[in-house]
């Protein structure tokens, strides 16, 4: 494997934290948000799935925390040496899941509150 291939510990850490943000603002808009949070938009701009809002705001970003760490183990598996500083194209990968996650979350958010 080649230095360019190697994995970015930087990267992993970005992605926690990324994916940090949705719990921490799930604390300052738990009582803003209603008792079921609608997760699925029709073609018609009306909400046809929905969770109950504990699960919305722990459940979905603790299950994405950990998609999250089983692709870094994955990715650690296929490269030992991930604790290498520095920007490739597996140390950016890992940093997308987190992002559009965050996009997702905070869009439900943000239709749920009307805004």
């Known amino acids: 494997m080649t230095h360019s291939q190697r994995f970015s510990i930087f ?7 990324i ?3 949705p719990l921490i603002s799930g604390v300052f808009s738990y009582s803003y948000l209603p008792d079921r949070i609608a997760i699925h938009i ?6 046809d799935d929905y969770l109950p809002k ?20 994955r990715c650690k598996k296929k490269d030992p040496t991930m604790n290498v ?6 140390s950016s990968s ?4 987190p992002i559009f996650f965050d ?3 905070f869009s439900a958010v943000l239709y ?4």
């Open 11 to 17: 990267s992993v850490q970005n992605s926690f934290a």
């Open 19 to 21: 994916l940090l943000l």
């Open 42 to 47: 029709n073609e018609l701009g009306q909400a």
């Open 54 to 73: 504990l699960a919305f705001l722990i459940g979905l970003p603790v299950a994405g925390l950990l998609f999250q760490l089983y692709r870094v183990m």
């Open 85 to 90: 500083f520095g920007g490739n194209r597996t």
């Open 94 to 97: 890992i940093l997308l899941f």
């Open 103 to 105: 996009i997702a979350y």
């Open 112 to 115: 749920n509150l009307n805004v």
